[in-house]
Every structure is written in C-alpha cells, then in structure tokens.
C-alpha cells in the first residue's frame, strides 16, 4: 500500500525521505533551507552547486564533525569526501595547500 502511495504522490515521498534525513541532524527542512540561502546555493569549500543526491534529494550534503556531531555547513559530496579522506584534520589540510600551491608555482 505504501508503494502505490509513494508512486502516486512522489513529492510527499521525496519531502519524507528529507526530512528523515535531516532529523539524523537536528534539523528541519526550513534550517536545511535557510543554510542553502547563507552559502548561495554553494558548497562552502569549491563554491559549486553540487550534484542532486538521488539517496537524499539534495544537491549539497548536510558536513558535521563526526566527533561532537556539531553541523558545520553544506557541501558537495566531493568536498565532503575529501574532507573525511584527509581525517577533518585542518593541518594536513593546510600541508595539502602548501603541496598544490608549490607544484602549481613549479611544474616539472
């Protein structure tokens, strides 16, 4: 029965699915909206507009320190990933710029 309703009226099962989501955060979807209004629509790290997730029907991922489980900001899921890649450790961050930015000053 729940199938025929979901096929039925896609848009209430796509805002469900959201707002699910959004409770592992805390949030409501006027919060998720709100954060998308104070970045412009952009991941807060490459400035892009993100991809639509099919899993959460959002173009940008809801970044939280998987540590105190505070929300940081939105994000791109290539940003996101290379955020947890790097260990969301702000000085290997910091040696990855300074690595990029000394190749770029001096190709081979």
Known sequence: MRRAYNAAHPEKSQLTRRRQKLKRYDMTLE???QLV????GK???CLGDGV???SSLM???VDHD????????LLCRPCNRAIGILGDDPETFER?????????????
């Open 37 to 40: 209004e104070e970045q412009g």
């Open 52 to 54: 639509l997730d099919p």
């Open 59 to 61: 173009r940008l991922g």
């Open 43 to 45: 991941c807060a790290i």
């Open 66 to 73: 998987h540590r105190t489980g505070r929300r940081r900001g």
């Open 31 to 33: 919060d998720y909206d």
């Open 96 to 108: 990855a710029a300074s690595y990029l930015r000394r190749h770029a000053q001096h190709p081979h």
